[in-house]
């Protein structure tokens, strides 16, 4: 059973940074693409962040390139979003992602960005 645990949220003031991870199991990792999804209250669920089963190519939203970072350690089972220069707007829960016939997806984990 596949099983997707995102960690790593929390209160940040603006311009702060955070580091998300997500700890994937009952799959072969590695071959996988991931994805980093957020949802903000009253907004949809919006893709933030994708990258490929190797590492190789990844791609973002407007709104977080330059700032956001998604990286993968295929020994870990693991993919991460390093998150800079946090701004109020990106306050959200943060999901991970991918797609095995069907997508699962993790519980979330909140991100607040506020002074």
């Known amino acids: 059973q596949v099983q997707l645990v995102e960690s790593g949220g929390g209160l940040v003031q603006p311009g702060g940074s955070l580091r998300l991870s997500c700890a994937a199991s009952?799959?072969?990792?590695?071959?996988?693409?991931m994805n980093w999804y957020r949802q903000a209250p009253g907004k949809e669920r919006e893709l933030v962040a994708t990258i490929t089963s190797a590492g190789s190519s990844t791609n973002y939203a407007d709104s977080v390139k330059g700032r956001f970072t998604i990286s993968r350690d295929n020994a870990k089972n693991t993919v991460y979003l390093q998150m800079n220069s946090l701004k109020p707007e990106d306050t959200a829960v943060y999901y991970c992602?991918?797609?095995?016939?069907?997508?699962?997806w993790g519980q979330g984990t909140q991100v607040t960005v506020s002074s």
């Open positions: 992602n991918t797609v095995i016939s069907r997508e699962y």
């Open positions: 009952g799959l072969t990792f590695r071959l996988y693409r």
